[in-house]
């Protein structure tokens, strides 16, 4: 179990947790110097061989709030040190509300230096305590070694007993620590420190490192570690960590705020979507793209709350705002990128670092821009605001029928290829949702919603075959542009299925009906029979398409309709933009350029248009065409055959 203290500078955080643990934490000469705690100091009680406690003594001095904020994220409990001398401070209450914006359940207070004081000042400070934590458990200590033991054995008797019934972090999820230590021990090298935020690792693995400074990645290895001060094979979620680590990385660009992490866990991110609540005390509003300091782990950087223009979050005249107390969905985006996952905790202050706006929950790790009016998005965020990614799944999937990137659903949670297994084996979700692969990825999507979008591709291909019975098929864009922008990735998934079970089939890019073939309604057939004879009639002449409407009485748009489909079956050859001959025409005048070639290696325009009988205008328009198709080539003042 972890626990973070929390307080005013000098109300004796540092010798109360000495007292619990025997252990001063005041580790630089600066800090025993000064009397107050600069970095964040550790310490550790054995409770028995399975179960410790991790004291984390964080700095309560104003000027080191960021050390102080790296350091209570991810605990178990947080222990508010509160002097009977002094009472509640502004330091005091700003740590209180840091604790409650990051979402820490659990609150002890301790009231300490009760020995300084007359029993009714003592009494005073309990009821303000109480006031303002009605539900914390509230121990009254002292700090001085002749009567150490007033109140120590009461609070060690509970924080023991927290302990042995807190339930273990999920050990099962892939390794994630933020360092908050980095130092060098001679003898033995690099060594970093932190709190594992998942997973577990142990002595000889090889683990990613993301360096805050760089934005790159190693690989490292893990030579040593100690868990919870004890030298150790393994280290799992929620224990405090040292690792010794080896590899060819830089070692003096390792910093606080770095990550460790496992090889396949998720890439770092520029924008992630979350819940935030605004602090009840602010008193300005907190407008759209507005500058913050993010703290997330040990990381601080400098980004920007993107408010999304919804219903829900209208603002005056237009202008999208956050107001105290707010509780909404924002996206943020960050200078540089964050290993972030679903569930972290993060604490949002002003740019000048001076005012803590609010904190937040991650709900989608590796977030897209927010398009305007995305209310879809929404519901989908909605129904990630679950603590167990199967009932996320089940939100998601059977309750919103929402199709799912179940890849990316699986890295944003942290989970192991193991977990993900087991969690589609739950029997609702095997029964009622179906795997898709696209593009590389599997989704999943709710069979009800899948086979009725198949449906409807099915019977929109069948109209379009009635329709145009010619035509061999339809571009995919064209078939799913007639769908609402909503259902895209529903559509394409169901599109995937049926190319996969045969059931549609697609040919030269054109998508159609399994068993399809063009045919000619017995109109059309006419129509062509009309239209061809005009062209095969003149032999090498051929006409305009404005002679040919002429001549037909076929309508601009019956001509397209035989047309188009002539010419994706080859039967027809556009020759320019107003005229088009027949396939057979032009293997006939193929033929005889052919043995014009033969008798003039090199021909001109005035000898092919002899030989076609043509004139020079329609002559040099068949011979742009065969120059297109690699028939002939340009050699000179005239052409040769292309070999």
Known sequence: ??????????????????????????????????????????????????????????????????????????????????????GLMPQTLEHLQIIRLLGIEQTVVVISKIDCVERVRVEAVRDTVFELLPQSQIFEVSNTAKGNSIGINALQMFLDKQAKCLQPRNADGLFRMSIDRVFTLKGVGLVVTGTVAAGTVAVGDTLRLLSGLSGCSSTV?????????????????????????????????????????AISCIEPSDRFDARIRIAADINFPIKHMMAVKLYLGARRVVGKIVIPKTESIPGDNGARKLVAADNVIVQIAVEQALLVCHG???????????????????????????RKGDLQRLQYLAAMEHDEPLQALHNIIVESQQPLDLSAFMRGWNMTEKQSQVLLLDAQLH????IIEHEGCKYLVAKHRLGEMQRMLCESLQAMHRDRPMEAGVLTVDLTGQFKSDSALLCKLALSDLLKEARVCINNGYLSLAGHR?????????????????????????????????????????????????????????????????????DAIAAAIMQLANAHACFTVIDAKAQLGLGRGLTIEILEHLDSIHFTRRKNEGRELFL
């Open 518 to 586: 063009p045919t000619l309604s017995s109109q059309v057939q006419q129509h062509w029979f009309l239209f061809s004879n005009i062209l095969r009639k003149g032999g090498f002449q051929v006409p305009l398409l404005s002679e040919i409407e002429k001549e037909s009485g076929l309508s601009k748009k019956q001509l397209s309709a035989l047309i188009i489909p002539a010419l994706k079956s080859g039967d027809l050859i556009q020759l320019s933009q107003k005229r088009y001959m027949l396939a057979e025409t032009r």
């Open 344 to 370: 972290d905790r993060f604490l949002v202050r002003d740019n000048s670092e001076s005012i803590n706006l609010g904190g937040g929950t991650v709900l989608l790790p590796q977030a897209s821009p927010w």
């Open 221 to 261: 290895r893990v030579r040593s570690l100690n868990a919870d001060n004890q030298s150790a094979n393994e280290g799992m979620a929620g224990q405090r960590c040292a690792f010794n680590i080896v590899g060819d990385f830089d070692k003096h660009s390792v910093r606080r705020g770095d990550y460790l992490s």
């Open 1 to 86: 179990m972890i626990v973070a203290t929390a307080g005013h500078v000098d109300h004796g955080k540092t010798s109360l947790v000495k007292q619990l643990t025997g252990v001063d934490t005041d580790r630089l000469e600066e800090e025993k110097r000064r009397g107050l705690s600069i970095n964040l100091g550790f310490a550790y009680r054995k409770i028995d061989d399975h179960v410790s406690i991790g004291f984390i003594d964080v700095p309560g001095h104003k000027s080191f709030i960021n050390t102080m904020i790296s350091g209570i994220s991810g605990i178990d409990i947080a222990m508010l040190v509160v002097a009977a001398d002094d």
């Open 431 to 434: 029964q009622s949702t179906a």
